[in-house]
């Protein structure tokens, strides 16, 4: 059965994260123009889910974990920035060469900033340094993680929604994150599903950062060293993430 504390973030999270996409769909700031993006399969879809996803997940885990909120909002913003001015090179090694070379990329903006997000959050979520840094490298390699797997339709919303609904099984410090992240991946799984919208690197970060709270706030450091490993051979490896994430998408 669901812990009934679990429902005063996931409902929060779903109906914000419901509304925020279907206000910013029918306004369309800036212009539609600035909303559409054309899909692997060549279709045009709404870019209206991301903004609205790290919103809703950001204000119901805030309002239960601070440092949660934090995470959502920094990973969510960082990767705005990246989906606005973001350019054709892809993989923290491309952009780390560009770093190298004098050039900062949005995706090294993006990489540095989630990491100050999730550094800030694990500060607020650990009293000892060492776990500070694990749990730091967990947000931020949590939100990267389940970027790499937004390559289809609902591969990532999908993805933190099944992560996230063990958490809300049983009481605990990671309770509202998990909801938070469960409830704004639901409400736009239907049409993330459909190819009307796409989360975009907003979406997905902010997603990704609300799981990887709910895990830290749950986990000791032997839990968050064991994570951070995972996540650090994730990133290392991500192109092959990614291609295996397109592997079972077609499948």
Known sequence: MIDKRALRSLLPAATLTRTGQTLLRATAPGGRGRWERRNHAGRDV????GPAVAIGAAVAAGRVCPAAGIA?????????YDDVAGDHRRGFRA?????????V???SVKLFGIAAAGLAAGALLKERPLDKLLAGVVIAGTAHFVNLLDVRPGRAAGAVALLAAPGLLRAGPGTGPAAAALGAAAAVLPDDLG???MLGDTGAHALGAALGAAVVARNQRAGLLAHA??????ARHGDRVTAWARRTARG
């Open 195 to 197: 190819e009307r919208v």
């Open 229 to 234: 490993v995972a996540l650090v051979a994730a």
């Open 105 to 107: 990329t949005s995706g």
């Open 72 to 80: 959502v909002l920094g990973a969510g913003a960082c990767g705005a």
């Open 46 to 49: 709404g870019m209206y889910a």
């Open 95 to 103: 952009h780390l060469r560009a770093l190298r070379d004098g050039e």
